[in-house]
């Protein structure tokens, strides 16, 4: 995508990298997001400096940024930034044009506080209370786990299992948020790039490509998202064959779905697809899926649908529960906000969630990588890694990356 970051408006990086970097210094919580197709790069500051957690009930939430961890917390509640400021930039205008529109940087930090640390690098190391932080988990060990989810889905334990696993990359001296930022939002148009920063919990940076959840009005709308393969050659979107393997591992997912609505007793829904989307240079199986809250009498089935899809199929297996157990047996590291769901909550009145996927977690001089692959009765072992490679790839190529550890 061409926008004003990528030719000389040098002025609207600078001001970014000032923003972020002020906010970050002053302790405040930050989310920075620009949605699938869109020209506009949205800002969130929360200057409250407390920590909120919140009962996802989305219709009554004020406007905000919703962060959620893969696991569920005891408490069923989620962290939550208020958007005591927010604003848009037009990424197709220039930082001239619109500068009357956006937050004065010296509205960030108090009067009397120094910007000599501006340029310091800023991302804090903050992990969550009682997490485990374990090693990377080796190329075999990674594959001796697959295999244990292709023989519980054989022995018709499960139907389907998400294994996950996570790498550690170093960031060069030189690493530079805002450059990862633009090179996100020019290289991946169709997804929901992101990043957020919340003190004492983590800071994120992200390209996801899979909505959650999503309601406007009276309508609602998810996908079942699954099977991946890389783009290759002129059209990808038409030259692409699915495996037997991939249909049913996307399916899984849509059934996964259907069988939330059945749960509701809601028969109302529109079904399309599945049909090939692009990710990245990555391809995969996308249905959607329609309801009119209106029309069926379910004016709180964002928040309903959210508390049964996560851990959606696509992420964690099939049955949840006997397949989040075995991922809690067997995978051995805390995926933390990895795989669980983030995003702006009536803003402009829309609420788009979606899932954590294709992220990193940046650390003081390294950042976490974190990818995980479907796995079914047919799966290859060894392709499955392949597939986590090319996953943690998507978001590793735009950070800057120097040697792996
Ligand atoms: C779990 C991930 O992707 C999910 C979403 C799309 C395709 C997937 C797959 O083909 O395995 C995964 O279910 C990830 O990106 O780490």
């Known amino acids: 995508m061409q926008t004003t970051l990528d030719t000389n408006q040098i002025s609207l990086e600078v001001y970014l990298r000032n923003l972020i970097s ?36 989305l219709e009554e939430l004020s406007s905000g940024f919703i962060v959620h961890p893969f696991e569920d917390q005891e408490d069923k509640k989620a962290f939550f930034l208020t958007a005591d400021t927010y604003f848009k930039i037009n990424l197709q205008t220039t930082f001239e044009e619109q500068r009357i529109y956006l937050e004065p940087i010296s509205s ?14 800023f991302v804090a190391e903050n992990k969550f209370e009682n997490e485990r932080i374990a090693e990377p988990c080796s190329k075999t060990d990674f594959i001796h786990l697959v295999e244990k989810g ?25 690493f530079d948020l805002v450059s990862s930022l633009k090179s996100l939002i020019q290289s991946y148009p169709n997804a929901f790039i992101n990043f ?19 309601t406007k009005g009276d309508e609602f709308y998810t996908i ?58 990555l391809l995969h ?11 069926t009498n379910f004016p709180q089935l964002g928040s309903v649908m959210l508390k049964l899809l996560h851990p959606t199929s696509a992420v964690c ?45 940046l650390m003081q001089g390294y950042a976490i990588l974190y990818a995980g692959a479907g796995v079914t009765e047919d799966s290859i ?23 792996k550890f």
């Open 150 to 174: 292709i023989k519980a889905v054989e022995e018709g334990q499960l139907n389907k299992i998400v294994p996950a696993r996570f790498k550690k990359i170093k960031l060069n001296d030189n």
């Open 22 to 57: 002020l906010s970050l210094l002053e302790g405040h919580q930050v989310a920075i997001w620009r949605k699938p197709k869109s020209h506009f790069l949205q800002v969130l500051i929360d200057k409250t400096g407390e920590l909120k957690r919140i009962t996802p009930n």
């Open 196 to 214: 957020f920063h919340i003190p004492t919990v983590g800071t994120w940076i992200g390209a996801s490509p899979e909505i959650l959840i999503h």
């Open 285 to 295: 199986l996308r249905s959607d899926f329609k309801v009119n809250m209106t029309a």
């Open 108 to 121: 960030i930090i108090p009067k009397e506080k120094s910007t000599a640390d501006i340029n310091k690098n």
């Open 381 to 403: 072992p060894e392709k499955e890694w392949e597939e986590t490679e090319m996953k943690c790839d998507i978001i590793g190529e735009h950070l800057n990356l120097e040697n």
């Open 224 to 281: 079942s998202l699954a099977g991946t393969q890389k783009a290759q050659g002129d059209n990808p979107l038409k030259s692409v064959a699915w495996t037997q393997k991939e249909i049913e591992e996307q399916a899984l997912v849509s059934r996964y779905i259907v069988d939330c609505f059945k749960k509701i007793r809601l028969r109302e829904y529109d079904e399309y697809g599945p049909k090939t989307v692009l990710a990245g240079n």
């Open 317 to 361: 297996g099939m049955p949840r529960e006997m397949a989040f157990d075995f991922l809690s047996k067997n995978e051995n590291f805390d995926r933390s906000l990895f795989a669980g769901f983030i995003g702006p909550v009536n803003i402009e009145e829309e609420t788009t969630i979606y899932v954590n996927l294709r992220t990193a977690r």
